[in-house]
């Protein structure tokens, strides 16, 4: 229990602020918590996204557990970089966010806050690829092709994306995951600052 929520909460938003902010042209964490839209993400997606599926050990208090993440976050004497934190994706977000919208969707909670990072995953790789930007990743070859062959057409691309198994697999095999993907990704638009932007504000 209490590993978990360890893992869960400060890793997933951490890895929301890097794929939302790195589109954004964000360059730390501080920069990316002192944006409002970005901010306010983050807090509606633990409170409500992550804090809901920790089951914490007894007397843990989840609320200021994550009031103290979001402090350590907004501390700008921390330079973590956005771009640093991005790299590994194809590892991190299986442990760091998949696994929580797998709990989601086992109890019929909502997942389109959780999707949201996983489809900025998406837009990130597809604009580091378009621009000939190395990915620090295991499987950045991988990924680099299929971000290459990405069009900007949201079911083409995500079902190029979800077809990676050694990342959604079993998930990708839900429909209810491929739609709130596919929704995340189209909410996104070109991924661009302006896109994002409108993204966070709806």
Known sequence: G????K?????????ALAYLGA???????AQAMATPVLAAFVERLMHDGIVPYVKAPAG???????EAILARFRNPAIQHRLLQIAWD?????PVRLLGTIGDALASGHPID?????VAAWMQFVRRQ????VALVDPMADVLAEVGRATTGDATDDVARFLALDAIFAPLSADDRFVDAVRDAYVRLGDGTPAAVWRALSD
Do not use: W
Request: hydrophobic share 40%; proline share 7%.
């Open 113 to 117: 806050l959780l999707c949201l990072p």
């Open 60 to 66: 843990f208090n989840a609320g200021a557990y994550v």
């Open 23 to 29: 589109l954004m042209e964000i360059e730390t964490v």
């Open 2 to 5: 209490y590993d978990r929520a």
């Open 129 to 132: 690829a378009r621009n000939g």
């Open 7 to 15: 893992l869960r909460l400060p890793n997933a938003p951490h890895s």
């Open 89 to 93: 994706g194809s590892q991190k977000l």
